[in-house]
Each structure stands twice: as structure tokens, then as C-alpha cells.
């Protein structure tokens, strides 16, 4: 490694990690629960929490349309309400409101990540619209608590959704809790008979795949039907619960991404029709 150069090195699966080239620091910085940084890689400017990778300007938007887009799709018809529980960036919040969600309250544990990505991410939430959502107004309102906990306050005062979004950092002993069966169940109460839940799984490659394996098999234990989800350009799998049985079969899918006033640029009818079907390895378990 040459001399001087900043690298973060992220981890990937066990004994491996990535390495990331650091053009400029921006942000380095601990709140109070976890290490955020900001970066100019070759990827452009990158999110990294805890040396992990959440974002980046090259690949965010194929990564927050497989975050939102599938759920969209899969259910029989627009939500009229969403949480989004994360997303320190703010970008799946945006993808829902020109979806035309009328309701998004957006729940984030870390307030000092979300306002730092406002100010230096070229992508995302900007300072005004924190500062607006956080007073509940322009169709979001932003609230800064423990997701689990809101779920908890959710379920005692039946207040009910039709979607729920989950993007926060991959499944570890860290945060564990958010990927359990006994999570999806809150999960589970807290939407609507026919709503929708949606969270990034993993990576399906055979060294990478034991996250996703160990977050589908929770989901299938809470959910009345899970349906998989994978986009080629972020090579990453989502992972949809249906609190229902009845599931849109893939041409219903297809016309339901016909019918959105958001235009995806990385999901497309063919898309659809590969994307739901999981690799061999994770079909049979093995």
C-alpha cells in the first residue's frame, strides 16, 4: 500500500474484507452509536457506518430502488402510508413520496448520521427537508427513537401501515434483533391485513449467503409468504413479508410497475421475471 493513502477496509463474509481507497476524508466521526464516515472513493462519495459501506453515489439508486420498488409492486394496490425505519440517507423516503405514499413517518436512531448525510451527501435528504420532516411537515414526518421501540408504541396505540420499509446495516451480532423472527412479528402486527414489509437480506453468492439464509428463514417463521427479490446491478437480494397469503403473481407485478408515477431505472418487467427467483443454493438450502 502505497505510503499515506487512507484506506477503510469493510468486511464481507468471514476472513474476507474489501478495500476501500480513500481520495478525501470528509466526515470521520464517532455519535454516539456508531462510527460514520464519509468519503470520496471510486465509487464517488460513500456512506460508510462502523467500516461498512451503506451507500454510494455510484450504485445508491439501484440499491434504494431494490430497497422500495419491489414492495411497491408486489402489493394490490398504492399505500397510502409507509414507515421507514433507518435510512440514515433519507433516499427511500424520497423514492415513496413520488411514488405518491401520502403518509411516510421515517424512524432513525441515529440523528447526528442522518443530519451529516444531509449536509455532505450529494444524494438524499437536504438540510431544509430535515429540518421541515422533523416538524412533520411536506409529507414526512422524521422521528429519531429506537425502531423496535416505535414498533412497541405502534402496537399499544394501533396504529397501523400499509408498507414497511427496514433499511439499516447488514445483519451482525451488532444488530441481530432486527433480523429476528420474534422483530418480523411486531413487524407483523403493526401493518395492515394486506400490507407489505421490506428488508435488504444479504448477498446470495455461496461464501456470503449465511446473513441472507438466517434473515429468510426468520421471515418465514413471522410472514405468511416471503418473496425474493434480487437486482443484478447491486447484487443484492430484499427480502418481501406478506402479512397475507394472496401474493401478485409476476405479470401482476409487471402491470403494477406500469401503474407507478415513480419511474425506476434499474426495474423493468424483465427485471421482475429473474429477480424473484432465488439461486439453487438458497432454493434447496444448501
Not at 429519531?144 to 405502534?154: A, I, T
Request: charged share 25%.
Amino acid at each position: 500500500m502505497a505510503s499515506g493513502t487512507t484506506y477503510i477496509f469493510e468486511p464481507i463474509s468471514e476472513g474476507l474484507e474489501r478495500r476501500w481507497k480513500v481520495d478525501r476524508m470528509i466526515l470521520s466521526r464517532r455519535t454516539k452509536y456508531q462510527f460514520v464516515q464519509i468519503a470520496e472513493t471510486a465509487h464517488g462519495v460513500a456512506l460508510f457506518c462502523d467500516g461498512e459501506r451503506q451507500s454510494s453515489e455510484l450504485s445508491q439508486k439501484a440499491y434504494h430502488e431494490g430497497q422500495v420498488v419491489p414492495a411497491l409492486i408486489s402489493m394490490p394496490c398504492l399505500p397510502k402510508s409507509a414507515l421507514v425505519i433507518g435510512s440514515s440517507e433519507g433516499v427511500a423516503s424520497q423514492v415513496l413520496k413520488e411514488a405518491g405514499i401520502e403518509k411516510i413517518v421515517h424512524v432513525d436512531l441515529d440523528e447526528e448520521c442522518l443530519v451529516a448525510c444531509s449536509q455532505l451527501l450529494p444524494y438524499g435528504y437536504s438540510v431544509d427537508e430535515v429540518e421541515r420532516y422533523k416538524r412533520g411537515e411536506g409529507g414526512v414526518t422524521l422521528i429519531f427513537c429506537d425502531g423496535d421501540e416505535f414498533l412497541d408504541r405502534c402496537i399499544q396505540s394501533n396504529t397501523r401501515f400499509d408498507l414497511i420499509v427496514m433499511d439499516v446495516p447488514d445483519y451482525s451480532s451488532k444488530n441481530a434483533g432486527l433480523y429476528s423472527a420474534s422483530f418480523y412479528r411486531k413487524v407483523c402486527e403493526v401493518l395492515v391485513q394486506e400490507g407489505v414489509f421490506i428488508t435488504q437480506g444479504g448477498n446470495p453468492a455461496i461464501w456470503r449467503s449465511s446473513a441472507l439464509k438466517k434473515v429468510k428463514a426468520a421471515m418465514e417463521q413471522s410472514f405468511a409468504k416471503v418473496t425474493y427479490f434480487e437486482l443484478r446491478e447491486q447484487d443484492w437480494v430484499w427480502l418481501i413479508g406478506h402479512k397475507d397469503k394472496s401474493v401478485l403473481s409476476i405479470s401482476e407485478m409487471v402491470q403494477r410497475l406500469k401503474e407507478l408515477t415513480y419511474i425506476p431505472e434499474y426495474v423493468d418487467a424483465l427485471t421482475i421475471e429473474s429477480a424473484v427467483i432465488p439461486p439453487i443454493s438458497i432454493r434447496k438450502g444448501f
